[in-house]
C-alpha cells in the first residue's frame, strides 16, 4: 500500500474520530447505547493503517513519513480509549532489533553484490498525465496539526468544564446556606406564633373572669363611691 493511500485513509480516521466525540458531546448521546458511532469502519481503517505502515516500514525502513505514520496511529487508538481494546484493535509496537551475526565469506560477497545493485538508479515509467493532489508529506503534516488543534480545543474544553464546575459548587453552597436561614426563618415564625397563641388564651381567660366578676366589681365601686360623698358632706 502507497504512502499515499495510507495517509487518506489515516486523514479519513481522523475525521471519523472527531465526529465521534463531537457526537459524545451530545445530551442525547446516553440514551443511544445502540449507536456504534462509526466504531466498526474506524477499526478496519485502523486495521488496514497498522497493515500498511508495517509493509511500507519493511519495504523503505524507518522513514519521517513512517514515524509520523506510527505516532498519528498511536494517537488515534488513544481517542477510542477502552472501545479499542474491545475492538481488538492492537498496538502498534516497536520493531525489535536484531543482533548482528558474523557472515561468512559467500554471504558478505553476496551481500556486497546485492548492495551494489541496490545504488543502481531506480527509473520509474513516464506518465503523460499523472494524477494531481497533494504531496503526501503535506497531508501527513495537515493531519499533525488537525491533531495538534484537536487536543487545544480539548485543553480547552476542560479548563471550562472545571470552571463550570466550581461555579457548581459555589451555587451549591450559596443554596445551603439560603436553605439554612428559611429554615431559621421557620422555626422563628413558629415559635412567634406559639407566643401568640398564648397570648390569646390569656386574653380569653382574663375576659371570661372580668364578665364573670363584673357585677362584684360594680358593687364595690358604688360602695367606694358612696363612702366618698359621706366622707365629704360629714367634713
Sequence with gaps: MSLAKLTAISTSTLSLLLERQRLQTLPQYTT??????HLPQITKNLRQLKAGILALEAKEGRTEA??????QYGRMRGMLGEDADRAGIEVLEEPKVEEERDLSPG??????????????PIYTPYADDPEAGPEPGVL?????RLMDDQDMR????????????????RIND?????Q?????LDHDLDTTSNNLGRARRQLGTFAQKAKANGSTLTIAGLIFVLLILIIVFKT
Design 32 to 37: 443511544q447505547t445502540s449507536n456504534p458511532l
Design 140 to 144: 501527513l503534516q495537515e493531519q499533525q
Design 180 to 184: 439554612g436561614l428559611l429554615e431559621e
Design 66 to 71: 513512517v514515524t509520523l505514520l506510527r505516532s
Design 154 to 169: 480539548l485543553d480547552t474544553l476542560a479548563q471550562s468544564i472545571g470552571r463550570q464546575r466550581d461555579i457548581s459548587l
Design 174 to 178: 450559596e443554596i445551603g446556606t439560603h
Design 107 to 120: 554471504i558478505v560477497k553476496t551481500h556486497t553484490r546485492s548492495r551494489s545493485s541496490s545504488t543502481e
